[in-house]
T-cell receptor, first 116, second 110 residues
Framework: NAGVMQNPRHLVRRRGQEARLRCSPM?????VYWYRQLPEEGLKFMVY????????ESGMPKERFSAEFPKEGPSILRIQQVVRGDSAAYFC??????????????FGSGTQLSVL | DAKTTQPPSMDCAEGRAANLPCNHS???????VYWYRQIHSQGPQYIIH???NNETNEMASLIITEDRKSSTLILPHATLRDTAVYYC???????????FGTGTSLTVIP
């Protein structure tokens, strides 16, 4: 009964390095969402993907951030040339169908990114 | 998606009912009300959701006013493990995302 799996759980990077965060949705789920949570703040939507498609990236920073959800394998959130302001918890969620309104999201445990 | 307003914090005595209010005065007819909670730094946990009617499950009850402009999440017998931040969210049937506000930090007191 595996839920949404995120790895790594903790990731430490130096400024300028790349961070790759992985998310495996629940079995049977083909819709993935990424959220970011800065310290002492609520979750902020970043991007919504279906298999091989980005559906809504309205919350993604215009530069350095990208996301993919390939046909095979986990969804990847990639942050290039990380800066200290990227330090945050990144949560992934999945759902089996598109936003019908009556479809709850299941969240992973998150990846805590620390940029030194 | 409509925005929500919640009190920033609440206390509740252990064993008593915790009633968490939420205002969503701009909610549209096709928007559902969802409640999630986040314990410490864990991922958000689904609690309950509804459209018009009151809902109950093993975790909580959701009371939605007739005009749908507000709702209340009820934890019938709060325990220390219910200490968490509770988020009230409204989501359209065409919405691709959940909008998380600042939530209510509930502290259950022994």
């Amino acid at each position: 009964n595996a839920g949404v799996m995120q790895n790594p759980r903790h990731l430490v990077r130096r400024r300028g390095q790349e961070a790759r965060l992985r998310c495996s949705p629940m079995k049977g789920h083909s819709h993935v969402y990424w959220y970011r949570q800065l310290p002492e703040e609520g979750l902020k939507f970043m991007v919504y993907l279906q298999k091989e498609n980005i559906i809504d990236e309205s919350g993604m920073p215009k530069e350095r951030f990208s996301a993919e959800f390939p046909k095979e394998g986990p969804s990847i959130l990639r942050i290039q040339q990380v800066v200290r302001g990227d330090s945050a918890a990144y949560f992934c969620a999945s759902s089996p169908r598109a936003g019908t309104g009556n479809e709850k999201l299941f969240f992973g445990s998150g990846t805590q990114l620390s940029v030194l | 998606d409509a925005k929500t307003t919640q009190p920033p914090s609440m206390d509740c005595a252990e064993g008593r009912a915790a009633n968490l209010p939420c205002n969503h005065s701009t909610i549209s007819g096709n928007e559902y009300v969802y409640w999630y909670r986040q314990i410490h730094s864990q991922g958000p946990q689904y609690i309950i959701h509804g459209l018009k009617n009151n809902e109950t499950n093993e975790m909580a009850s959701l009371i939605i006013t007739e005009d749908r402009k507000s709702s209340t999440l009820i934890l019938p017998h709060a325990t220390l493990r219910d200490t968490a931040v509770y988020y009230c969210i409204v989501r359209a049937n065409t919405g691709n995302q959940f909008y998380f506000g600042t939530g209510t930090s509930l502290t259950v007191i022994p």
